[in-house]
């Protein structure tokens, strides 16, 4: 995968089917067919909507990957919602409610969006959060509640979220997080918390989201992580550590990150390995007990190859897959 630079990690980039499924009229006559259009709903039109709109797919660009998600119900028009309007949507029985759309959220509306009918649920376009609000929204035990919006998070508002059960936490807007913070939110109880925002991570902080006990921690912004650091993640307490962000290596960081079962061994990123150390670095990585991917891989020398392909199950790209096939039939 690419950094997570990408503004399409803090406000996800949609591609709307703008077909409506069969309809009722009554419908149809007051809500346009493309419901990224709607810019105002009623409780009476939002129940109308729950009901009867039978959702469409929406696919996500994220990262490097363009996931189709079906039966989603998108309104990223909508520029405010009420309680009153929130418990109808969220009565739609589809995948996916997207609000995007909404700069604002108190915690009513909160509360009655956190009742859980979708699997997940996009609010990328709040920049703010309060605690009220947050420990409102933190009672939504779906799949995934996606505020990559945020690039701050306080102690407290960090708490909030942390406290309940949502799968998969997403908080790829934050571009910063000291170490309270940090703190807060290893106490996270769901399964993945996504940080894909940070761009660069201190030792006392990476200690303190190496406590998180999920099964996935995605610090997928990092380009480059020192040897310190690694051997501070190294310490991850929970079951897949993902780095696919990193486009470059050193001798000591390959050396850590081989040895760490937890990491997920994805090196999307890396497009070269031409450093005066590519060979240790690669004679590194192949002894990985592991999957480890360079798919991506544009630039290495032929003496780092034969290295590197020394593991028998690394992915490379297909130029280099024939010298793999001859290596591993021991030509």
Sequence with gaps: MKPATD??????ALIVSLVWLSPSRA??????????????????????????????????RVESMTPRIPGCLPLNGLKSLDA?????LVKFKGQSLYLNGLTVLDADTAKALAVRTVASLYLNGLTTLDVATAQ????????????????RLDVATA?????????????????TL???????????????????????????????????????????????????????????KGRWLSLKGLTTLDAA???????????????SSIVAIESPDSVEIAATLATR???????????????????????EDVMLPEEFQERQKLRQQGR
């Design 159 to 175: 708490q909030a979220l942390a406290v309940r059960t949502v799968a998969s936490l997403y908080l790829n807007g934050l571009t």
């Design 84 to 88: 009153a309007t929130a418990r109808e």
């Design 136 to 151: 409102a929204l933190a009672g939504f035990e779906g799949g995934g509640l996606h505020l990559n919006g945020l690039t």
């Design 178 to 236: 000291d170490v309270a913070t940090a703190k807060a939110l290893a106490e996270f109880k769901g399964r993945g918390l996504y940080l894909n925002g940070l761009t660069r991570l201190d030792a006392a902080t990476a200690k303190a989201l190496a406590e998180f006990k999920g099964d996935l921690l995605s610090l997928n912004g990092l380009t480059r992580l020192d040897a310190d650091i690694a051997k501070t993640l190294a310490e991850f």
């Design 27 to 60: 419908l149809a006559d007051e809500l346009p067919k493309d419901t990224n259009q709607i810019e105002r709903l009623t409780p009476e039109q939002a129940k109308k909507l729950a009901a009867e709109f039978p959702g469409v797919d929406v696919v996500e």
């Design 7 to 12: 503004t399409s990690i803090l406000a996800a």
């Design 289 to 311: 007990k592991g999957p480890l991917r360079l798919p991506n891989l544009k630039k290495i020398s032929p003496k780092t190859l034969a290295a590197l392909i020394e593991k």
């Design 253 to 267: 960081t390959a050396k850590t990150l081989a040895a760490l079962d937890k990491w997920d061994g994805d090196l």
